[in-house]
């Protein structure tokens, strides 16, 4: 049984399953009639790509590109290597790109399909939990430049997400545990029922049972897709897809991007922004504790060596950072959240311990 998301005013299709989704749900025009160029990387298995490849009718032109795994990946090199790649063998409007691999592979592949020819389609296959609950649902595309991650990209939809849960067997526990943090934020800011359902399981989560990591990606997958629609270019309620995440990129760039993944920043950043919730009046103690017994019982760390002070230049930096004020997102319950300016300063400085 698979389960399917419509996401965006397009409604393109998510569909999450196991590994056949790909002989049954790739699209006929797909199978029959376009040139497909797969962008995957080193790190991915070639089991994944062939399965992917076979229901693709041989005579076919099937071109693969791998890049280096990691973050230096979505580089403007790259970006000009696959266009000329592409160019080189006469590519066209009518052909497909298909994306295999996590955000990083994700975010280059679409800009790449939103900048050839002025835009070709792409299909997403993400296989980290991260990309398939949440870089290949929402149409952000970017690659990153000297001065800064994500300063360069697009919004470009795919045609269709098509995720397989049966991918994350390979994927290192420390990776499924980054991607497991943004499923807890949309617990947290919008969908109780995750929340609910972390309290009950937390140890099948861990041992990565796929009956519930499948529910969860449906889960979030529908929370993402639901916020993105109604905002599809980020101009409101999109934001609070960012709680947590003021905290967490400051605590990113302090370790220079090095030895902290974003969801282990992120879970950081998310105890300090309940607190914070908590301290200002918007959610009482025993929920507090609630969120902070969880992210206890997952393991996650906390932030024991970061003040306000050590932080402060990175927070102000930030591209949440408007006019000189910070943008917060905060809790109301488990479950609802909101954007704001105002909030005491005390408190805030307070919320880094
Ligand atoms: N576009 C968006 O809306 C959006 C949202 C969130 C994050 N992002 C971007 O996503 C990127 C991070 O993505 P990520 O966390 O998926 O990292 P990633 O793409 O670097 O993947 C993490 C590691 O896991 C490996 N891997 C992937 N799938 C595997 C599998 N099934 N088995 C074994 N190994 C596997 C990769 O090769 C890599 O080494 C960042 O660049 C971030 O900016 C984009
Ligand atoms: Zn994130």
Redesign the pocket.
Known sequence: MIKKVLVGDEKYKVLIGKNDIFKNYLPDSIKNNKKIFIIS?????TK?IELIKRPITSSKVVNIHKIK???ES?SFSNFQNILNKLAKKKYDRSDCIIAI???????LS?FVAASYMRGIDYIQVP??L??QV??SV?G???INIESG??LVGAFKNPKLVLISSS??K???DR?FK??IAEVIKYGLIYNKKIFKIFQKNCKLILQKKPKIIEDLIYESVKTKAKIVTEDEKELGIRAVLNFGHTYGHALEAQSNYKNI???EAVAMGMRMASKMSMLEGHINKDDYEKITDLFDALKFSKNTSNSYSDLKKFIMTDKKVKNGNINLILLKNIGESFQTQKFDMENFKRSFS
Request: charge should be negative.
């Open positions: 990387d080193k790190n991915i298995p994944y795994a990691g973050e979505k691999g996590g955000g990083v592979v994700g975010d679409g296989t980290t991260l990309a949440d870089s929402g952000k595309t970017a991650k994500n991918f994350l390979t994927l290192p990776e980054a991607g993944l974003h969801g």
